[in-house]
């Protein structure tokens, strides 16, 4: 796995891609972090597009509509369909594996607490030494 140049990451977190980049076979590539803010960069992008769309075509309040059905079906879908990968890709770890099992994993961004490293379908980051169990 290579890290990804901050290109790469921008351009992901616009895209909300529905499958992997090629250096993030087995990390995550977008947390719930990630989600919110791509779906609120769109949602403010879209505005921005309507707002000058509304100002150069005054005549017509069809803009609103589009606003909301591009809000919906560009901003805030793709962001909800990405959150429920996500969590689907929390949940496999969390009944697959030893972090799963840990007061120490984060489901919101799949990391280790203490290790602040993102965990992943592999061998636990601290090889199980620093595992406590849920309480
Ligand atoms: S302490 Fe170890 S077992 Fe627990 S979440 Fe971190 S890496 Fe996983």
């Known amino acids: 796995m290579r890290k990804p140049t901050t290109g790469e990451q921008i351009l992901d977190l616009l895209l909300l891609r529905t499958s992997p980049p090629d250096y993030a076979v087995d990390q995550p590539y977008y947390t719930t972090g ?12 879209i505005a921005l597009v309507i707002i000058l769309l509304d100002a150069f075509w005054k005549s017509s ?16 879908y793709p962001a909800w369909v ?26 919101t961004n799949q990391l280790c607490m203490i290790l602040d490293e993102h965990v992943t379908n592999d061998e636990p980051p601290c090889e199980g030494e620093a595992w406590e169990p849920i309480s």
């Open 82 to 107: 990405q959150y429920n990968k996500f969590n689907e890709s929390v949940d496999q770890i969390s009944a697959g594996t030893l972090c799963g099992a840990c007061r120490h994993f984060n489901r």
């Open 34 to 45: 990630n989600i919110v803010a791509a779906g609120l960069i769109r949602v403010v992008l």
């Open 61 to 76: 309040t069809s803009w609103w509509y589009v606003a909301l059905f591009a809000i919906w079906g560009l901003g805030l």
